[in-house]
């Protein structure tokens, strides 16, 4: 029996996240990534959408820490990056440094961080598993859709997660694009430390949500 095709949108069986919800999903998510970083000293090398739990209260939890390695730091207690024997993570959330050469630092997870977000308010998922092969490589990851619509970069309404109705945060959509691109960097010293990202997610939910006039939107292939 064929399975019937997933729809977009990150719905849940009587509710559907809402932009509210998904930017305090977002600014939660940061503030873990900061306590693990800055206080146990730990990189997860998992953080993806399916690793975060949600209460009652919809505050999200990290979870799932088999794959979380120590932060390296010199004798100044500057952290440093640390090679890996193995590579293991999910497709799409997989930083290209660590997918290239296996080298890991919390700028890994600040990486991961850059895909959730895009799939957390686009409803998309993070890589196209495609068995038939119909799908080329270099257009099977969400972070290549992504950087393709940021080249574009006013066509914010097409981009956002169809379960969100018209009614979200357009500026606040763009500051979220803006931060995913920062974090996802090809470059690991061009990503923003999660302190600082957590201040630009709480920056970008101060923007008021309104009502997208639906001619806006057009579906995005």
């Not at 799932?64 to 999910?90: C, H, P, Q, W, Y």
């Not at 920062?182 to 690991?188: E, G, R, T, V």
């Not at 970008?204 to 009502?211: E, S």
């Amino acid at each position: 029996m064929r399975k019937s095709p997933i729809p977009q949108g990150l719905e849940q069986p009587t509710r559907v996240l809402n932009w509210g919800m998904r930017m305090r999903i977002a600014e939660g998510v940061a503030e873990g990534l900061i306590y693990l970083h800055d206080v146990l000293k730990v990189i997860n090398q998992d953080v993806k959408a399916g690793n975060i739990l949600l209460d009652a209260n919809f505050v999200p939890k990290l979870t799932d820490f088999g794959l979380a390695t120590k932060v390296v730091v010199n004798r100044s207690g500057v952290e440093k990056r640390s090679k890996i024997t193995e590579l293991k993570g999910t497709m799409g959330y997989i930083a290209p440094e660590a997918e290239q050469s296996h080298w890991v630092s919390t700028k890994y997870d600040v990486y991961s961080y850059g895909v959730f977000l895009i799939v957390l308010f686009t409803g998309r998922r993070p890589y196209n598993q495609n068995q038939n092969e119909t799908v080329p490589e270099d257009k099977r990851k969400l972070t290549d859709w992504f950087l393709r619509v940021w080249a574009r970069y006013g066509d914010v309404p097409e981009a956002a997660d169809t379960a969100l109705g018209n009614a979200y945060s357009v500026e606040g959509f763009k500051r979220i694009f803006q931060i995913a691109r920062l974090c996802i960097s090809a470059d690991p010293k061009a990503r923003p430390p999660m302190r600082d990202v957590v201040t630009m997610v709480r920056q970008a939910a101060v923007f008021p949500v309104r009502v997208v006039p639906l001619v806006e939107r057009r579906h995005t292939v």
